[in-house]
């Protein structure tokens, strides 16, 4: 699998758009981009996913580049509450999740 | 719709010793997973079932830790014996594991367990 770099920590006014970014140079064809996020205390929470074409959903949306090397994550909106570690994970798809990196650590301040 | 139920929440137990967790996928889930996330670091895959067969253990260190799924239902993860860098927090999840489709992964709460 693909291996993703990502910022370790970023902030963002609560109101405000979130975007997280997340470099993944060495991306195969057939290699899916998913978003995971952990807020403290709990197990991940997905996100969403894409493989091309760009993707929304009620959380968020995720921009891939036209070369897939790189993705941009956007809370349109940002909460208190998306406070959250955001795990950027490259992998062929199906159901097969693996190791996720250390993620960039969100912090929506008021 | 329940989610997926991990026990015990907590564990502490001497190096050496022997340790099992339990996990309750989300009915109806074939693909169930076990990760283990050292403090500071994401989640690492251990082992990954499609019902009741293993899809990957690749990481799991198979001469102290073991799992099954009886049945491809629930499933227990053993640590035997245990060391202090195993302290860790045991994620359990599960998915629909559609063939060929993204089905997400719904995580339980884990279990942390210290070893000292």
């Known amino acids: 699998d693909a291996k993703t770099t990502q910022p370790p920590s970023m902030d963002c006014a609560e109101g405000r758009a979130a975007n997280l970014p997340c470099n993944h140079s060495t991306i195969s064809g057939n290699e899916y981009v998913y978003w995971y996020r952990q807020i403290h205390s709990q197990g991940p929470q997905y996100i969403i996913h894409g493989l091309k074409n760009n993707e929304t959903n009620e959380m968020a949306s995720l921009i891939i580049t036209e070369d897939r090397k790189s993705s941009t994550l956007i809370l349109p909106h940002a909460t208190l509450r998306d406070t959250a570690v955001y795990y950027c994970?490259?992998?062929?798809?199906?159901?097969?999740?693996?190791?996720f990196g250390r993620g960039t650590s969100l912090i929506v301040h008021p | 719709e329940a989610g997926v139920a991990q026990s015990p929440r907590y564990k502490i137990i001497e190096k050496r010793q022997s340790v099992a967790f339990w996990c309750n996928p989300i009915?109806?889930?074939?693909?169930l997973y076990w990760y283990q996330q050292i403090l500071g670091q994401g989640p690492k895959l251990l082992i990954q079932f499609q019902n009741n067969g293993v899809v990957d253990d690749s990481q799991l260190p198979k001469d102290r830790f073991s799992a099954e799924r009886l049945k491809g239902v629930d499933s227990t993860l053993k640590i035997q014996p245990a060391k202090l860098e195993d302290s860790a927090v045991y994620l359990c999840a599960s998915s629909l594991g559609v063939r060929g489709f993204y089905t997400e992964a719904f995580f339980g709460q884990g279990t942390r367990l210290t070893v000292v």
């Open positions: 009915s109806g889930h074939a693909t």
């Open positions: 994970i490259v992998s062929l798809g199906g159901s097969y999740i693996p190791t």
